[in-house]
């Protein structure tokens, strides 16, 4: 089974709309980490936002917003007010930490949501 | 600007030969990973680090080796390069290895293997 889920290969938007990104995340770990991040067409990864399992509320960064729904393991990103910037890829991750403390922490990655802002 | 370097931006080399990727990690991380972005397989990791010693592997071919010196920057080595080879290599950094630790990466080595 897949670990990280997004189910939207393409979104458009229009300009100065909020936009709401899908992730869902499989994990029997109760500690865990979620992220999104950007990747322009440029092919840089940026590193947007971050929710921990612990965490009680939803993570904002400026106009990033994670949705986070623990029980229906879902943490969607909603990006408003949309800006012709914001036209990339967009991917959710997971860190997964181990009961024993030991582990590696890398991030599993989604497939994408390539989200297009339409002027 | 994520604090993390890669180099060299680009590479174009021919099948059979073999690379060195390197990576600079930010100010402060121990820990660094490699990432490999292709087309087919999406972004998958390959190795950790975690200052100076080996961690964790991913989906790391044996044709594929990897360190981490003393001052904490790493280089990623692939020899007898195939086409399927192809790909953006990423390296990302983490100040530990918490898992609530934020991984920044770099811009990304993009292997072309002709």
């Known amino acids: 089974a897949q670990k990280i889920t997004q189910t939207q290969p393409g979104m458009f938007v229009q300009e100065k709309e909020a936009v709401t990104l899908d992730c869902t995340y499989d994990t029997s770990d109760p500690s865990y980490g979620l992220f999104w991040y950007k990747q322009p067409s440029s092919g840089e990864m940026i590193f947007l936002i971050y929710?921990?399992?612990?965490?009680?509320q939803n993570a904002t960064e400026g106009r990033y917003s994670l949705n986070f729904q623990k029980a229906r393991k879902s943490a969607n990103l909603v990006i408003s007010a949309s800006q012709l910037g914001d036209s990339a890829m967009y991917f959710c991750?997971?860190?997964?930490?181990?009961?024993?403390?030991?582990?590696?922490?890398?991030?599993?990655f989604g497939k994408g949501t390539k989200l297009s802002v339409i002027p | 600007d994520s604090g993390v370097t890669q180099t060299p931006k680009h590479l174009i080399t021919a099948t059979g030969q073999r690379v060195t990727l390197r990576c600079s990690p930010r100010?402060?991380?121990?820990?660094v990973y490699w990432y490999q972005q292709s087309l087919d397989q999406g972004l998958q990791f390959l190795i950790q680090?975690?200052?100076?010693?080996?961690?964790a592997k991913g989906n790391i071919l044996e044709r594929f080796s990897a360190q981490q010196f003393p001052d904490l920057h790493s280089e990623l080595n692939l020899s007898s390069l195939e086409l399927g080879d192809s790909a953006l290599y990423f390296c990302?950094?983490?100040?530990?290895?918490?898992?609530?630790?934020?991984?920044?990466f770099g811009p990304g080595t993009r292997l072309t293997v002709t």
């Open positions: 100010s402060g991380d121990l820990s």
């Open positions: 990302a950094s983490s100040v530990a290895l918490g898992v609530f630790d934020e991984q920044y």
């Open positions: 680090y975690y200052n100076g010693e080996e961690r």
């Open positions: 929710q921990g399992s612990y965490d009680q």
């Open positions: 991750a997971m860190r997964e930490g181990l009961d024993s403390g030991a582990g590696s922490y890398q991030l599993t």
